[in-house]
């Protein structure tokens, strides 16, 4: 017996989704994930001023603000050949990874953690304190993570002004110098955050947590630990969460904080099934299939030629179409991107063995986003004290009358690519290929389905479920960010 | 008071600046001890799919009262007016369907944003999605619900104008009319609450000595005063960002760059590059609110002939050269 489900809209996820099932046989035989709204950023980029998109790209997402502009900050630079002074890259990566630590701690306590309080657990042994600590919109753990979040982006207050939608990034640098008292503030605001994550977060040294080297290591440090981390590994392993959500097993990573060939966390493309060493990301294999978008055109292209006309009228003549996103493919692969992409690029052990064994997974990427947090901010606290105040944070853009230029950051959730093109001193075209472009893609014109609707097939559903919980983990395990998704 | 929160076609900004108000035990915890009950907020509330289009279909047929309807997003008409390049999801209907519906039910609207106040960054360019403002379509008066629309109380819509907003000017609109202290006459002409935009960015700007001389900054990052040549529009923009400051202790000219008054409609095509500043004969076009031509050029040029060394070398790094002479004796 077969039936169709439509979920949506999904909450506890940023920006619209709307997913379809066919069930068969008690599990998803297959799924179409649709994004359904269209916001036509890259047609708005067109003929403006090209640092006009510092402005306008931000504005893609309120959540991933600081990596949009980033991207246009670097692909600017790439168009101009500029290169930004040691400070303005150290001001650049602090200002990105406060933004990316700060969104998987929001994913973590206000998207993702709520569906394990629902009423539908309330059988299992850690139900009643799992609701207490964790019920959407009014848990207790949000009455300590919230206050040590807003107080957390006092680092952006320093060093952008504001978040979201900043204009502090720049192709050159950052618009703000540090005084040599900001820099030991700027320290203070980071031990007080390290102190709420080795507290309430871990319940351990955040070193000894990014150490964490294998999945015996991980039980083990878990066993009897009262954190929210080990509440959560507790949950995944009660409820198989190793065990849902793998998609294509191929991993791209764009490189994250530090430039060139420098990064603290590697550039590359890694495959479970060779489960060798990543191969180089090579951007000319990218490319935007449109086959199953309500867009107009019908080749793939490469970003840094292609094009974004929505489908005005006749949407019936497109009837293969289900969502406004395009379907990225990386040599013709469909590519999983997101913090447990970045890390088994970059050859974290305990991710590594964690996908050698399970393949991706719910656990698995949640698993990841915490331990990220972990790597992420002791490396904070590096970049601050390596600030030299008095020397300069930006060198000045000068604006090329025809250049093409790339971009190429990591977001919270992933990959992020921004391709421009300048033309008479105007943007002549600008691309976006955004995480979640990659993640909920749809079918390309093979029919190849993307990551999301790979992870989703063959989860169970019960008889009388419209909405099942195992899916909807899945989705959020992904971090998915509609807004930026639908550009 | 129930709160239901809809998200509209925006980039959720408003949402993570609202997370991030100042509150010993967070934003949620706040409104509820002042009465505020959050009903549904896509971002945040527990209930998914059939669940939360019961609730949403509850709420726009009246069976579940609502007391304040925030928007936050601007709402596609297109294209064609069909208002299909947003779909609430699940639900097969356009946004703009629900929007009305809920509107038409609660007793108080906010407009959390510019683009749901205006259009906002979604109407620039060619405004290919027909973006627009719950009761504005960027100046005209109009938008989704039209220039009569009033909410259950009588009160047009709120436009808590801001991109993003700050999330003092939401959560004290919120107090205020839980309070039941917030009536027509808070409203300014762009019907933003007045407690806000009744005041200039300039006001309280890091800045003040820079500008008072016209010592400005030559590139990003100079310490200078960004109107003459960054585009900052401080002077003219109706917002207390530099008296309420942002994530502690920011704001964007506190950040070094400029204000682009984010609050007003239309700010997405100023007409030009956001960081400069157009000039005619060497002369800003935008003078400071209030301030007549004549007088602003001859101060300027007085006040520019009688910039202290400190002041016009300081303009021009990225941090302070020249210290403030120390006087012999005390202040007077």
Same mark, same amino acid.
């Given at each position: 017996m077969s039936r169709r489900l439509v979920l949506g809209p999904f909450n506890r996820v940023e920006g619209d989704l709307e997913v379809t099932l066919d069930v068969a046989d008690g599990r998803v035989a297959s799924a179409q994930v649709s994004s359904s709204l269209y916001r036509g950023f890259e047609q708005i980029l067109l003929a403006k001023h090209p640092l006009d998109a510092l402005v306008i790209v931000p504005r893609i997402c309120g959540i991933c603000s600081v990596s949009q502009s980033a991207a246009a900050a670097a692909a600017l630079a790439d168009a101009s050949g500029l290169a930004m002074p040691p400070n303005g890259r150290l001001a650049q990566d602090l200002i990105l990874a406060c933004e990316n630590v700060a969104d998987h701690l929001t994913h973590f306590y206000l998207s993702f953690m709520p569906d394990f309080a629902r009423e539908a657990y309330c059988g299992r042994n850690w139900h009643a304190a799992v609701e207490s600590r964790f019920k959407a919109s009014v848990g207790d753990a949000l009455k300590e993570m919230l206050p040590a979040r807003a107080d957390f982006l006092r680092v952006l207050g320093y060093l952008a002004g504001k978040w979201p939608h900043s204009l502090a990034l720049q192709p050159g640098g950052t618009t703000r110098a540090l005084t040599p008292t900001e820099v030991v503030r700027l320290l203070a605001v980071l031990r007080e955050f390290r102190a709420f994550l080795e507290t309430t977060l871990f319940g351990d040294a955040l070193e000894n947590v990014a150490a964490l080297a294998d999945p015996a290591a991980l039980a083990a440090w878990a066993d009897g630990r009262r954190s929210d981390f080990a509440r959560f590994l507790q949950i995944a392993d009660d409820l198989g969460l190793a065990g849902i959500g793998r998609a294509s097993d191929v991993f791209l990573s764009h490189g994250a904080y530090g430039s060139g060939d420098r990064h603290l966390f590697a550039r590359g493309v890694w495959c479970a099934e060779s489960a060798t060493l990543p191969a180089p990301f090579e951007p000319s294999q990218v490319y935007e299939d449109v086959a199953h978008a309500w867009l107009q055109g019908s080749t793939a292209q490469h970003p840094l030629h292609g094009e974004t006309r929505p489908l005005l009228g006749e949407f019936s003549e497109k009837p293969a179409a289900y969502s406004w996103c395009k379907a990225p493919r990386y040599g013709g692969r469909v590519v999983e991107t997101g913090a447990l992409a970045r890390q088994l690029?970059?050859?974290?052990?305990?991710?590594?063995?964690?996908?050698?064994?399970?393949?991706?997974?719910?656990?698995? /990427?949640?698993?990841? /986003?915490?331990l990220e947090i972990a790597c992420v901010v002791p490396a904070m606290e590096s970049w601050v004290c390596a600030f030299v105040p008095g020397d300069p944070f930006c060198q000045q853009w000068q604006l090329p009358d025809a250049a093409s230029g790339v971009g190429l950051v990591e977001a919270a959730r992933g990959a992020l690519g921004h391709w421009l093109r300048i033309e008479h001193g105007k943007i002549a075209s600008y691309q976006i290929i955004a995480p979640t472009t990659w993640n909920f893609s749809p079918r390309d014109a093979a029919g190849v389905p993307g990551a999301l609707e790979q992870a989703l097939v063959g989860l169970p559903v019960g008889e009388s479920e419209s909405a099942p919980l195992s899916v909807q983990h899945v989705v959020r395990s992904f971090d998915p960010c509609m807004v930026c998704t639908v550009h | 008071m129930k709160l239901l929160w809809l998200q509209a076609s925006g980039c959720g900004g408003c949402t993570q600046s609202l997370l991030g108000a100042e509150s010993r035990a967070g934003v949620f915890a706040q409104l509820a001890a002042s009465g505020i009950e959050l009903l549904f907020h896509p971002g945040v509330s527990e209930v998914s799919?059939?669940?939360?289009?019961?609730?949403?279909?509850?709420?726009?047929?009246?069976?579940?009262?609502?007391?304040?309807?925030?928007?936050?997003?601007?709402?596609?008409?297109?294209?064609?007016?069909?208002?299909?390049?947003?779909?609430?999801?699940?639900?097969?209907?356009?946004?703009?369907?629900?929007?009305?519906?809920?509107?038409?039910?609660?007793?108080y609207v906010i407009a959390v944003g510019t683009c749901t106040a205006y259009g906002g960054i979604n109407a620039a360019g060619d405004n290919v999605t027909e973006a627009c403002g719950l009761q504005f379509d960027g100046a005209e008066r109009g938008g989704l619900l039209g220039e009569d629309f009033r909410a259950g109380a009588g009160l047009p819509v709120i436009n808590v104008a801001g991109c993003p907003t700050h999330p003092g000017w939401i959560v004290d609109t919120l107090l205020l009319l839980e309070q039941g202290r917030f009536t027509a006459a808070d409203?300014?002409?762009?019907?933003?609450?007045?407690?806000?935009?009744?005041?200039?960015v300039h006001h309280g700007c890091p800045k003040n000595e820079f500008y008072e001389y016209k010592a400005s900054a030559q590139k990003l990052s100079d310490l200078g005063c960004l109107m003459e040549n960054m585009g900052c529009k401080g002077t003219q923009a109706h917002a207390d960002c530099n008296l309420r400051t942002w994530n502690g202790v920011g704001s964007c000219i506190r950040g070094g760059f400029a204000c682009i008054s984010c609050t007003e409609p239309g700010f997405e095509e100023p007409g030009h590059p956001f960081m400069e500043t157009p000039k005619v004969a060497g002369i800003p076009i935008g003078l400071p609110s209030d301030m007549p031509k004549a007088w602003f050029v001859a101060l300027a040029a007085l006040s520019k002939s009688a910039t202290p060394k400190r002041v016009r070398e300081n303009s021009r790094s990225d941090h302070p050269v020249v210290a403030p002479a120390l006087k012999k004796s005390s202040p007077k």
């Amino acid at each position: 017996m077969s039936r169709r489900l439509v979920l949506g809209p999904f909450n506890r996820v940023e920006g619209d989704l709307e997913v379809t099932l066919d069930v068969a046989d008690g599990r998803v035989a297959s799924a179409q994930v649709s994004s359904s709204l269209y916001r036509g950023f890259e047609q708005i980029l067109l003929a403006k001023h090209p640092l006009d998109a510092l402005v306008i790209v931000p504005r893609i997402c309120g959540i991933c603000s600081v990596s949009q502009s980033a991207a246009a900050a670097a692909a600017l630079a790439d168009a101009s050949g500029l290169a930004m002074p040691p400070n303005g890259r150290l001001a650049q990566d602090l200002i990105l990874a406060c933004e990316n630590v700060a969104d998987h701690l929001t994913h973590f306590y206000l998207s993702f953690m709520p569906d394990f309080a629902r009423e539908a657990y309330c059988g299992r042994n850690w139900h009643a304190a799992v609701e207490s600590r964790f019920k959407a919109s009014v848990g207790d753990a949000l009455k300590e993570m919230l206050p040590a979040r807003a107080d957390f982006l006092r680092v952006l207050g320093y060093l952008a002004g504001k978040w979201p939608h900043s204009l502090a990034l720049q192709p050159g640098g950052t618009t703000r110098a540090l005084t040599p008292t900001e820099v030991v503030r700027l320290l203070a605001v980071l031990r007080e955050f390290r102190a709420f994550l080795e507290t309430t977060l871990f319940g351990d040294a955040l070193e000894n947590v990014a150490a964490l080297a294998d999945p015996a290591a991980l039980a083990a440090w878990a066993d009897g630990r009262r954190s929210d981390f080990a509440r959560f590994l507790q949950i995944a392993d009660d409820l198989g969460l190793a065990g849902i959500g793998r998609a294509s097993d191929v991993f791209l990573s764009h490189g994250a904080y530090g430039s060139g060939d420098r990064h603290l966390f590697a550039r590359g493309v890694w495959c479970a099934e060779s489960a060798t060493l990543p191969a180089p990301f090579e951007p000319s294999q990218v490319y935007e299939d449109v086959a199953h978008a309500w867009l107009q055109g019908s080749t793939a292209q490469h970003p840094l030629h292609g094009e974004t006309r929505p489908l005005l009228g006749e949407f019936s003549e497109k009837p293969a179409a289900y969502s406004w996103c395009k379907a990225p493919r990386y040599g013709g692969r469909v590519v999983e991107t997101g913090a447990l992409a970045r890390q088994l690029v970059a050859g974290h052990p305990l991710l590594r063995a964690l996908v050698a064994a399970d393949g991706a997974s719910v656990k698995a /990427r949640v698993v990841a /986003r915490l331990l990220e947090i972990a790597c992420v901010v002791p490396a904070m606290e590096s970049w601050v004290c390596a600030f030299v105040p008095g020397d300069p944070f930006c060198q000045q853009w000068q604006l090329p009358d025809a250049a093409s230029g790339v971009g190429l950051v990591e977001a919270a959730r992933g990959a992020l690519g921004h391709w421009l093109r300048i033309e008479h001193g105007k943007i002549a075209s600008y691309q976006i290929i955004a995480p979640t472009t990659w993640n909920f893609s749809p079918r390309d014109a093979a029919g190849v389905p993307g990551a999301l609707e790979q992870a989703l097939v063959g989860l169970p559903v019960g008889e009388s479920e419209s909405a099942p919980l195992s899916v909807q983990h899945v989705v959020r395990s992904f971090d998915p960010c509609m807004v930026c998704t639908v550009h | 008071m129930k709160l239901l929160w809809l998200q509209a076609s925006g980039c959720g900004g408003c949402t993570q600046s609202l997370l991030g108000a100042e509150s010993r035990a967070g934003v949620f915890a706040q409104l509820a001890a002042s009465g505020i009950e959050l009903l549904f907020h896509p971002g945040v509330s527990e209930v998914s799919s059939e669940d939360a289009l019961a609730l949403l279909g509850d709420a726009a047929d009246g069976r579940q009262p609502i007391d304040i309807l925030c928007v936050e997003g601007a709402l596609l008409r297109g294209p064609n007016g069909s208002g299909r390049f947003h779909l609430l999801a699940g639900s097969g209907r356009p946004m703009i369907d629900w929007v009305r519906a809920l509107a038409a039910r609660a007793r108080y609207v906010i407009a959390v944003g510019t683009c749901t106040a205006y259009g906002g960054i979604n109407a620039a360019g060619d405004n290919v999605t027909e973006a627009c403002g719950l009761q504005f379509d960027g100046a005209e008066r109009g938008g989704l619900l039209g220039e009569d629309f009033r909410a259950g109380a009588g009160l047009p819509v709120i436009n808590v104008a801001g991109c993003p907003t700050h999330p003092g000017w939401i959560v004290d609109t919120l107090l205020l009319l839980e309070q039941g202290r917030f009536t027509a006459a808070d409203l300014d002409a762009w019907q933003r609450p007045r407690f806000y935009t009744e005041q200039l960015v300039h006001h309280g700007c890091p800045k003040n000595e820079f500008y008072e001389y016209k010592a400005s900054a030559q590139k990003l990052s100079d310490l200078g005063c960004l109107m003459e040549n960054m585009g900052c529009k401080g002077t003219q923009a109706h917002a207390d960002c530099n008296l309420r400051t942002w994530n502690g202790v920011g704001s964007c000219i506190r950040g070094g760059f400029a204000c682009i008054s984010c609050t007003e409609p239309g700010f997405e095509e100023p007409g030009h590059p956001f960081m400069e500043t157009p000039k005619v004969a060497g002369i800003p076009i935008g003078l400071p609110s209030d301030m007549p031509k004549a007088w602003f050029v001859a101060l300027a040029a007085l006040s520019k002939s009688a910039t202290p060394k400190r002041v016009r070398e300081n303009s021009r790094s990225d941090h302070p050269v020249v210290a403030p002479a120390l006087k012999k004796s005390s202040p007077k």
